[in-house]
């Protein structure tokens, strides 16, 4: 093992932990930066552009002050801590904003970043809440408003070739991702959801390039861990949106469980379906970001005849990851006010009851001060499938 | 020699203890205390002193409770779900459904066989917890003890909308200025935490025998109100406060049993009987 190897896992930690550092080092040479929330901001076309995508992440352990000034507090917590710690300047290397029509907190927000930030670039994305033809014909020409707007930006037309090419690098990264979460399948695991979690979020605030080097060195350093460091202990899947922190991950953990698996925003919802290449550029990423994320934001056409059926296909994503890593049970995990998620609730319950899947449903604040309620509920739980 | 369990459940109001050998031989209930559970250990040493036990005659002690955490004096810590599954079932072995109604959280709990199947509780405030219920007896200037007597006195109970306890706080005591007799007023309130109780214990698919238990399972009221509500017959154990220090004993007791059966020795803690200190 050489030096290099045994600092990377404490080199992801540090960039986890100041999450804007890497970012104002590239942008103090010149580098300009493109602030997104969500996972249906296409970064491809970011990047394509010349730009560094920046993912927004918010902060568990900063109370929200700034930005409820101009916020209601029926928002959801994630957005309002994204943007009050945005207000709060901790984001001011980034020149640019686009944020897509994907929950209600952050379309309806969109106007308040805006003027708010008023940073030199600002887009929305307009995403279609359907997927049937005329909805994607609809994004296409959306996305190719953006591929220019971008451009304008930028100074240069953002060929189809520096498209691909930046599809190429992007696809990459997710093979690595999902390389990742093939350490998570042994029993115990190689790897642990915290650390999982920790390499993924400081992923999505990387130039890809620089993002993919940072996947191989940690996955050689990973390979190398022979036992797991972790005792076997109830599997662990959790479902819900976006989830940019650790400390959940980590209460779990310590709770006696091991997270091996997730249906996150941060996690395979993003990082696994993959843009397909050849074609027109922008008609493949019209239907990466429209069919193939799989979020409720988007309204999927009924699919058979039974209420079973229509889970099936919603939900079916889910009941495969749970059989591809071995799940004891799921924790769905929501922020409060979360719209596209809240809703739909019953549904992922029914799914995964149909399943025989025990599953803990957890509303939660944006902040750590819930972390003695959620232990017990968590605990609770535990014992419940464990025993 | 005998072998002695003891389970201690710290709630947030009240501290429980339960002392058992092959059934119950001593218990004792006490204030939790005000500074952060600093009178959990006094609460133990009474129901020792009750049977003339040493703290070291205890084979094995399990904590639970919200105070369960960094307990000196517990070997280990379990869920106060779990323990009031166990609990219950000692009492009732056929019981299905379990509403506990403790002071700063109310909780259902789907058991089958003494063990916890689902649950659920409540997830922000005090709402629906005893917490609430002393808030509006204390603006009432009533005992809590009295409270359920006086609604079930109420034949037509007040219609109070407010879920926040503040602001139900604030809304009974303008009923009471209206004139609403006492009464009807505290059938109102107790309705409205049926209400909600129930509404919450429903996402489980209720079965029965349904057993209520902690410290709103006293107030008779209440419990007519959610049996009105949730359409079952309620069964109260013999000290409702008692199940979760019982189920924790009991499951101490079943830790005992199987690693005497697995010719495993017992593993326990280097425990003693001090002051909890947290800070």
């Given at each position: 093992m050489n030096e290099k190897d045994s600092d990377i896992l404490s080199k992801v930690e540090n960039y986890y932990q100041d999450y804007g550092l890497r970012a104002r080092e590239l942008k103090d040479q010149g580098q300009k930066v493109i602030a997104y929330l969500c996972s249906l901001v296409p970064v491809e076309i970011i990047s394509a552009a010349g730009f560094l995508p920046f993912r927004i992440r918010g902060d568990v352990h900063e109370p929200i002050t700034k930005g409820d000034t101009q916020l209601e507090t029926i928002a959801c917590p994630f957005m309002r801590s994204c943007f009050d710690v945005s207000l709060k300047r901790r984001y001011d290397f980034c020149e640019g904003l686009v944020l897509p029509h994907a929950c209600d907190s952050i379309t309806r927000t969109y106007s308040v970043w805006r003027y708010s930030l008023d940073l030199p670039y600002s887009h929305f994305i307009n995403l279609p809440h359907t997927v049937r033809g005329p909805s994607m014909d609809f994004f296409k020409a959306e996305l190719e408003t953006f591929r220019k707007s971008l451009g304008r930006f930028a100074g240069k037309e953002i060929s189809d070739g520096d498209l691909a090419e930046s599809i190429d690098l992007h696809n990459e990264n997710r093979n690595k991702a999902r390389a990742l979460y093939e350490l998570r399948k042994s029993d115990p695991p190689l790897v642990s959801g915290t650390e999982i979690a920790t390499i993924l979020t400081v992923g999505m605030r990387l130039p890809v390039k620089e993002a993919n080097n940072l996947f191989d060195e940690v996955l050689e350093k990973l390979k190398q861990r022979k036992e797991a460091p972790f005792k076997k202990a109830p599997r662990i899947l959790i479902d819900g949106a976006c989830v940019d922190n650790i400390d959940f991950f980590k209460l779990i953990e310590d709770s006696g469980a091991n997270v091996v698996a997730d249906s996150l925003c941060i996690g395979t919802r993003d990082y696994w379906p993959k843009t397909e290449v050849g074609g027109n550029p922008v008609d493949t990423l019209a239907h990466r970001y429209l069919d193939k994320i799989n979020c409720p934001r988007t309204y999927r056409e009924k699919v058979g005849e039974t209420y079973q059926e229509d889970l099936e296909s919603r939900f079916g994503d889910v009941g495969s990851l749970i059989k591809e890593f071995n799940v004891d049970g799921v924790i769905l995990y929501l922020y409060k006010y979360c719209d596209p998620f809240g809703f739909e609730v019953p549904a992922r319950k029914a799914y995964l009851d149909s399943l025989k899947m025990p599953v803990l449903y957890l509303e939660d604040e944006y902040s750590t001060g819930t972390i003695g309620r959620l232990r017990t509920r968590i605990q609770a739980f535990l014992e419940m499938i464990g025993s | 020699m005998t072998q002695y369990f003891a389970?201690?459940?710290?709630?947030?109001?009240?501290?429980?203890?339960?002392?058992?050998?092959?059934?119950?031989?001593?218990?004792?209930?006490?204030?939790?205390?005000?500074?952060?559970?600093?009178?959990?250990?006094?609460?133990?040493?009474?129901?020792?002193?009750?049977?003339?036990?040493?703290?070291?005659?205890?084979?094995?002690?399990?904590?639970?409770?919200?105070?369960?955490?960094?307990?000196?004096?517990?070997?280990?810590?379990?869920?106060?779900?779990?323990?009031?599954?166990?609990?219950?079932?000692?009492?009732?072995?056929?019981?299905?459904?379990?509403?506990?109604?403790?002071?700063?959280?109310?909780?259902?709990?789907?058991?089958?066989?003494?063990?916890?199947?689902?649950?659920?509780?409540?997830?922000?405030?005090?709402?629906?917890?005893?917490?609430?219920?002393?808030?509006?007896?204390?603006?009432?200037?009533?005992?809590?003890?009295?409270?359920?007597?006086?609604?079930?006195?109420?034949?037509?109970?007040?219609?109070i909308s407010n879920i926040c306890t503040v602001f139900a706080e604030q809304e009974v005591v303008a009923r009471l200025a209206e004139g609403v007799p006492l009464n009807d007023l505290v059938a109102g309130i107790l309705e409205s935490l049926a209400n909600r109780i129930s509404r919450m214990v429903n996402r489980l698919h209720v079965a029965e025998e349904v057993v209520v238990t902690g410290g709103g399972a006293k107030n008779v009221g209440l419990v007519k109100a959610l049996s009105d509500k949730l359409g079952y017959a309620l069964a109260v154990p013999p000290e409702p406060l008692l199940t979760g220090a019982v189920g924790a004993a009991l499951l101490g007791k079943d830790i005992a049993d199987k690693d005497l059966q697995d010719g495993v020795s017992l593993q326990t803690k280097e425990r003693s009987l001090k002051e909890i200190k947290i800070f």
């Open positions: - | 389970g201690i459940d710290i709630g947030s109001t009240m501290t429980k203890v339960v002392i058992m050998d092959s059934g119950i031989i001593a218990s004792n209930i006490g204030p939790t205390g005000p500074e952060q559970r600093r009178l959990a250990n006094k609460v133990m040493e009474k129901a020792l002193k009750e049977v003339d036990l040493a703290f070291e005659a205890i084979t094995y002690v399990v904590a639970t409770g919200y105070g369960r955490i960094n307990v000196p004096f517990a070997d280990k810590q379990i869920t106060e779900i779990s323990c009031h599954a166990k609990g219950v079932a000692n009492f009732f072995p056929e019981a299905k459904t379990i509403i506990e109604v403790g002071g700063q959280d109310c909780k259902g709990i789907k058991i089958n066989n003494g063990k916890p199947v689902d649950f659920v509780m409540n997830d922000k405030c005090a709402a629906g917890t005893g917490r609430f219920l002393e808030i509006i007896a204390d603006a009432l200037g009533i005992k809590i003890k009295e409270m359920g007597e006086i609604g079930l006195q109420g034949n037509n109970p007040a219609k």
